[in-house]
């Protein structure tokens, strides 16, 4: 049997709320980021004459006592007709399919995420996540080259 897809496309996302904050500089940070669907509502899209659901998020970043982010935004997604029915359905109880939830949240994760970037190289905080860096590797030793890790 072949898997159902659903047609999800993305029409909008925008920052609504962007508060970085350094208090003060310690070594060895830990970083806890947390990402949450805080609401979903229809949205009418006029121009395309299109219902589309607008997902409103939050997105953490915790250093402790060093500093934090916050960033919360909204993105508008429009569903197939059987899946818009469904999550609003569900969403009565606070959960969402998790195929949608996986897309949502993986929006929000790296549109979030860049911006994390940007705002911890400016303010000094340790970045959130692992940057790609060169290794040696073993026949770099020899020949003088390096690999990405």
């Not at 899209?45 to 960033?71: H, M, P, Q, R, T």
């Not at 993986?106 to 705002?119: A, D, E, G, T």
Request: proline share 3%; aromatic share 8%; net charge positive.
């Amino acid at each position: 049997m072949a898997k159902e897809t659903k047609e999800i496309k993305l029409l909008g996302f925008n920052f609504t709320r962007i508060d970085a904050r350094k208090f003060n500089f310690q070594r060895n940070i830990g970083a806890k980021s947390d990402i949450k669907i805080d609401s979903i509502e229809k949205s009418r899209l006029d121009l395309l004459n299109e219902d589309a659901l607008k997902f409103g998020f939050s997105f953490e970043i915790n250093y402790g006592e060093v500093g934090d982010i916050l960033i919360e935004g909204f993105m508008v997604l429009k569903l197939d007709s059987k899946a818009h029915k469904e999550v609003l359905s569900m969403w009565k109880d606070k959960k969402i399919p998790q195929g949608i939830r996986l897309v949502v949240l993986n929006i929000v994760l790296q549109k979030c995420s860049l911006k994390s970037l940007q705002l911890e190289e400016e303010l000094g905080l340790p970045f959130h996540m692992r940057m790609p860096s060169f290794q040696p590797s073993p026949e770099s030793e020899k020949s003088g080259k390096s690999k990405q890790k």
